[in-house]
Every structure is written in C-alpha cells, then in structure tokens.
C-alpha cells in the first residue's frame, strides 16, 4: 500500500465536521454533518424581525446589544473615512468568534461559502494538504494522497509562512487558503517553518486537480494467510459506501485478516465514520459519545450483533485526526483491536455550519465527541497500543542550499546529518548520523552521485541534494520498508 503520510497540500473545504482543521488547498476544512436539533442561532434567524428586535431588547440582550449598536453608529457616523456597512458586520461577526480562542469555529462571507459548496461535490483544484489554524499558524494537518503536496514532501505540522513571498502572517484561514489555491497547472512556492529545521524550507509546487477518492484496497500475503488493506484518505460523502464495496470485495476474495489505514487522514463527516464503525463494533458497546455545553452525554450504538470473524488492525500517525481518531479510538476501547503505529493528532471537537440567512455561514463548535469510554482526546490524540515508527529517512526534509553553497568534508550541519540519513536510507550507507562530512559520507556521496549519473565529486550541491530528495521520496511513496504496515499486518496473526 502506498505511504501517503508524508508529501502534499490541496486546497479544499467540507461541511459539519470533524475535520483536523480548517481548510483544504487545493485545501480542505475537515469536518463532519451532524444534527444540532436547532441552535440558538438557527432560532434566532427564523425569527421575524419583529422577533428578533423584541429578543434584543429584552432584560438579557438589551445592555451588550446597544453597546455593539451604539459602536456601529459611532463608527459609520463619525470615522474618518466612509466604511461599508457589511464590512462592519462581519467584522463584529469575526470578533466574536476569534475571541472564542477557537481555530475550528470562523465565519464564512458568502463567496467563500459558494467557493466550499463547489469544492465537496467532486474535485477541486490546488496543491492538495488539509489545513488549519494552530497557534495562530497556517499549519498542515495532512497532505492528500498523490497530491502535488505529497510529491513535494510537505508533511503534518508543516507551517506556512509565505505564498509567492507574501507573508501570511495576520490571515484567517480562508484568505491564507485564498492565496495557495489556483488553476491547475500554475506553481505556488510556499515558505514553510518545519520543527526541527533551522532554516525555512522553500517548496514550488505546480496545482493540480485533486479528485475526491477516497478509499483504496488491496491483498497482501502474510505466512501464507490473506491479509486485506483497506486506506481511507479523509471521511466524505461517499467514504462509507466506498469502505463498504470494498470491503465486500475483500471479503468475497477469502481474507483472513484486515488492517484500516488512516494515516494523514484528517477527519470529515461524522456520519461517514460512523456507517464505517458499524460494521465492526457490536451493540453492546457505544462507538462514540457526543457531549453538549451543559455536559449532558449521548452515547451512539450500531445494530451489530456479532464482531468480524477475522481480526482487524488500525494503523495511525500524527496526521490521523477527528474521524479518524474517533475511528481508532473506538477500534481500541469498543472493538478491542490492536492500534498500531504513532500518536494521532488530538481533536475531540464537533462543529456544524450554521446558515446566517444571506448566503454566508458561521462553522461554531457544538460539542466535545468522547471514545467509549468518556475519554476526551484533544490536544492529547489516541496513543497506539503498538508504536511503531518509520525509518528515519521518512522524516527527513529537503537539503536547500544557498546560492553556490557546497556540503562538503570536513563541515559540520544538520544538513549534512539530514543527507547522511537519506543517503543510508538509499542504500549508500555514510557510517554515521552525527552531521560531520567524513570520509565515509565522501564515499557514500560518490557512489550515489556515479548510480545517478551527475559529476562525482563527492560533495553535495544543489543538483545532488536535490536527486537526494527525488529518490527518497519515490522510496516513502513506494510502500518499501514500511515498518508501521508491517507490523499492523503481522499482528493479525500473531
């Protein structure tokens, strides 16, 4: 099965959500459709404006509201210049929400919300990465697979400082969204912070068109059993049916055993993880929890009445969010299955998009969701019950070099430590990780660069640094020595 975890951004935005984040470039908001049974806010815009005049004039609403009435006036009496009077209003609107501390709930004007609506319902142009807002950073949740995001090696966490040398700094989610997203076929170049890194990483990416599949399948033999892989890229619409046609497919084909790859998902809908979990958790245990404002706990059962047969594994990393943890989770406390691979990211909120009336949309968070057990994981993820990590080279990043700058004998850098690690990772063994250009890097360097048919000099410039990069990320997305599938399959059996 492909790795997907490590390279891409799109662009895209979805619904109600359970989505890592915010948005997608080519970027997607991860999230989830889920019934608020009538929010204070739907109530109120149903209202007359009769209604809704007496409402703000009642004992609650009368002080704060003619204080923000009286602001308004003020401003578009008295300010300096003329100010538009929709301007004012979504300014308050956004005021409010960014005063909640909460990167998951913003308000949408009616362009973006059209822009949205157009991008769930097939496919969508851009660089392919879900993204959100954290710390007040535009941060990659997860690249999409074979997205221009993923080929180019962005990867969970990654931060986007600049688009075409534009700071973002200061942008919502959806203006910074704005700048990343294009026509397909025309680059974007991206600065992006990477922990760890020293230096700034600049990537070009051309975009694309990013088709919204979402499930793919495949067998695998393991000491002579079959084995079933089953990846899932983000919850949409259509997830669910999909994960059920092939899991009928796999099940006609005689498998003895099943792994559930969400790593680099997301999240998504609600429903769409849901459907998924019924068909493994049994009716005695609840797959979820939903808690509202006032604590007051739903638990969500399915109609199973017995477990799968065969065993099952979910593999997880640090880009798995929202659904995909509510998945893992789930697996873990209801279904008793093994959890392999690395800690999830920690989202354990709930949103719905709620209409305002004129074509624009405010996405509030609603609820808090809670494994089977009342575990609250945000900020905190799903711990695998084996962890397991890739090898090294899987979380290297790109050597850049300034100008006519060489790597070199004698030197000493965390670029140098980061090509060592590739180079041992392709097969051209250094001797050591420690940053300091040896002999034997010399070596490894000459003998990759003779393999590559590029002037051997042993030393590293931009044209060796950057066959480097090609090579290593064609090894990552091949699926060779993929130590967390490797283990989630051998645990079937064990």
């Known amino acids: ?79 300096l210049e003329k100010v538009d009077d929709q301007q004012l209003i979504e300014g308050a609107i956004q005021g409010m929400l960014d005063s909640l501390g909460d990167p998951y709930s913003v308000y949408m004007d009616k362009e973006t919300v ?47 400082l600049k688009v075409d040398n534009e700071s973002v700094e200061g942008l919502d989610l959806f203006e910074a969204v704005s700048k990343i997203r294009g026509e397909q076929g025309t680059e974007v170049t991206l600065e992006i912070n990477r922990p760890g890194v020293e230096d700034p990483l600049l990537v070009t990416l051309v975009r694309d068109d990013i088709p919204l599949e979402t499930v793919y399948s495949e067998t695998k033999e393991v000491n002579g059993k079959k084995a079933g892989l089953i990846e899932i890229t983000s919850f949409s619409e259509n997830t669910a049916d999909r994960f059920k046609e092939e899991l009928t497919k796999l099940e006609e084909e005689g498998i003895e055993g099943l792994v559930i790859d969400v790593r680099g998902n997301p999240g998504g809908l609600l429903p769409s993880v849901e459907s998924i979990l019924k068909n493994f958790i049994p009716s005695d245990k609840p797959y979820v929890q939903i808690e509202d404002r006032d604590g007051k706990k739903s638990r969500y059962f399915s109609e199973l009445e017995e477990p799968k047969e065969y065993p099952v594994s979910v593999l997880i990393d640090e880009g798995s969010a929202s659904a995909s943890e509510i998945l ?42 809670l494994s089977p057990e009342g575990n609250w994981i945000h900020k905190k993820g799903v711990k695998p019950t084996i962890e397991v990590k890739q090898p090294d080279y899987f979380y290297t990043s790109p050597i850049q070099l300034k100008d006519e700058e060489t790597l070199s004998s004698n030197q000493s850098s965390d670029k140098i430590k980061n090509a060592q690690i590739m180079l041992k990772g392709l097969g051209y063994d250094p001797q050591r990780e420690d940053g300091f250009f040896s002999e034997s890097t010399t070596r490894a360097v000459k003998l990759f660069q003779a393999d590559e048919g590029i002037e051997v000099t042993g030393e590293i410039n931009t044209q060796t640094a950057e066959r480097l990069q090609t090579n290593i990320i064609e090894k990552i997305r091949s699926g060779e020595n993929d130590k967390q599938e490797e283990k989630a399959l051998e645990v079937l059996f064990e």
């Open 114 to 160: 059209q822009e949205f609506n157009h991008q769930i319902e097939s496919s969508f142009e851009g660089i392919g990465a879900e993204v959100s807002m954290v710390e007040d950073k535009v941060t990659i949740i997860a690249p999409i697979k074979d997205s221009p995001a993923e080929e180019a090696g962005l990867k969970p966490n990654d931060q986007i």
């Open 328 to 369: 893992a989770v789930s697996m873990k406390e209801a279904g008793g299955y093994e959890i392999v691979g690395t800690k999830s990211f920690g989202k354990g909120t709930v949103q719905q998009t709620v209409p305002m009336g004129d074509g624009s949309t405010i996405k509030l968070t609603l609820f808090k969701w």
């Open 1 to 79: 099965m492909n790795f997907k975890k490590s390279y891409i951004v799109v662009l895209m935005v979805a619904a109600l959500l359970l989505g890592a984040v915010g948005s997608y470039v080519g970027v997607k908001l991860a999230q989830p459709k889920i019934s608020s049974n009538g929010s204070n806010a739907e109530k109120f815009i149903d209202l007359s404006p009769d209604q809704q005049e007496k409402l703000l004039k009642s004992e609650t609403g009368t002080a704060s509201m003619a204080k923000v009435m009286q602001a308004y006036s003020l401003i578009q009496e008295s300010y």
